[in-house]
């Protein structure tokens, strides 16, 4: 097999070759990917060899990614003596797959737009419709389905993630361009930024940790101005960040987008290196492993008390740290503790250096978990009490979700797993 890539580093075609026992190519088919303009798939055309040409996946959105219209058109043949108008203009009902995806992305379910029909008296009437499930799948942690807890009538080409399962490598996906062994948690190639990450292994997938974190192209950047309105998403070369623009240099910022996206270099590295340098940056791998750090399996678990009584596995305490600026950069301090912000009121004169103390951190590992035994509701994001004592930037690194906020913005920022892999 051979694959091909455009600039941003999207599969654009991949080639599979058939050999006879001397090596020779005897037979080849290829794979065409139809992207928009930020790299989402739009179409998948195989070339069946000859000039045959197949339509085999178109892509249906709305807000997100819906699912697709699977009708294996054959747009060229040529070998067809007459010309067919392709289904795909027909819309037949029973073509289009709808996903049913968790937090995470996983594809669980893929059901289609053909409702089965219930007759529950047998008197001839349809009572109700269910929806015809093509797929269901259960997985284990890293993405591989479950032995058993496969139900598929058809084949769905994504899976874990929502990434592309590679129908000649078993057991394996593609997210942008490397492959990953769903079975071993382990990519197949080193990952580009390997030298930036000393603590990870350069093969190892989702820091280890796939069940609260997704690993979507590892190179986004998010914009947003002092309003906390959304500016720009960037798919560069440069660490996942969050990046706050400063007031004042917002109109300069506007132009420059505007320039940038017009000549077509909004997404190059040198251009978003630049507009880092307008604003305040957040990094968010240093988030993650915060949150990683602090939500450790056995370590800050809520125990049993006279006011938590005792909780089940998953639930934690918050843990709290103070962020600091440095040359426009937010730093998370080196200590932290589990509660308020009174347990750590010494530390600023202890982590001298880091730069000018700017706010605070914490971890709401609870974020949209049911209720403790007490009855008390975990995680407001924020808190009231969170927005009542406000720094100049303050963040809250939910289980779900991450909120940016304080006196230095007007508004609260928001961002979910998929902030950083879709253009919203």
């Not at 058109?73 to 996903?99: F, H, I, M, Q, W």
Request: overall charge negative.
């Amino acid at each position: 097999m051979k694959f091909r890539y455009d600039p941003m580093g999207n599969r654009i075609e991949k080639r599979l070759y058939h050999l006879d026992g001397s090596g020779s190519v005897i037979r080849q088919s290829a794979t065409h990917y139809v992207r928009d303009a930020q790299g989402n798939p739009l179409a998948v055309y195989d070339l069946l060899g000859g000039d045959t040409i197949v339509l085999s996946e178109f892509n249906l959105y709305g807000s997100n990614r819906l699912g697709m219209l699977t009708t294996a058109d054959t747009l060229v043949c040529a070998t067809c003596t007459t010309a067919t108008a392709p289904s795909v203009y027909l819309s037949p009902v029973g073509n289009k797959r709808y996903e049913l995806s968790n937090h995470l992305g996983n594809v669980m379910t893929v059901i289609s737009d053909k409702p089965v029909p219930i007759d529950t008296t047998s008197d001839g009437l349809w009572d109700y419709f269910n929806a015809f499930v093509v797929s269901a799948t259960d997985y284990y942690p890293f993405g591989m389905g479950m032995p058993g807890r496969i139900n598929a009538i058809q084949y769905y080409s994504l899976g874990a993630w929502s990434s592309h399962k590679e129908q000649q490598l078993v057991g394996w996906s593609y997210f942008k361009e490397r492959l990953f062994d769903c079975r071993a948690d382990r990519w197949g190639a080193v990952d580009r930024y390997f030298n930036r990450y000393p603590q990870f292994s350069p093969f190892a997938g989702f820091e280890n940790s796939p069940l609260v974190i997704t690993d979507p192209s590892g190179d986004t950047t998010v914009y947003f101005s002092q309003s906390s309105k959304h500016l720009h998403t960037s798919y560069d070369k440069l660490p996942t960040a969050i990046v706050i623009i400063n007031k004042s240099d917002q109109f300069k910022f506007n132009t420059s987008l505007y320039h940038s996206i017009q000549k077509g270099v909004g997404s190059y590295e040198p251009t978003n290196e630049r507009w880092r340098g307008m604003g305040i940056m957040i990094n968010m791998n240093m988030l993650r492993s915060f949150y990683n750090r602090e939500t450790t399996d056995g370590i800050n678990n809520l125990t049993e008390s006279s006011t938590n009584g005792k909780l089940a596995e998953g639930y934690y305490n918050e843990s709290r740290t103070f962020t600091y600026l440095r040359n426009r950069t937010i730093l998370l301090g080196n200590l932290s503790a589990i509660g308020g912000i009174d347990y750590v009121a010494a530390y600023p004169s202890l982590e001298d250096g880091l730069g000018q103390l700017f706010g605070d951190a914490h971890t709401h590992p609870n974020e949209g978990l049911p209720a403790n035994l007490n009855g008390e509701i975990f995680d407001y994001n924020p808190s009231p009490n969170d927005l009542s004592n406000m720094g100049s930037i303050d963040i809250v690194i939910g289980r779900q979700n991450v909120y940016v906020y304080g006196k230095y913005l007007n508004g609260i920022i928001k961002l979910d797993k998929y902030s950083l892999d879709t253009p919203k």
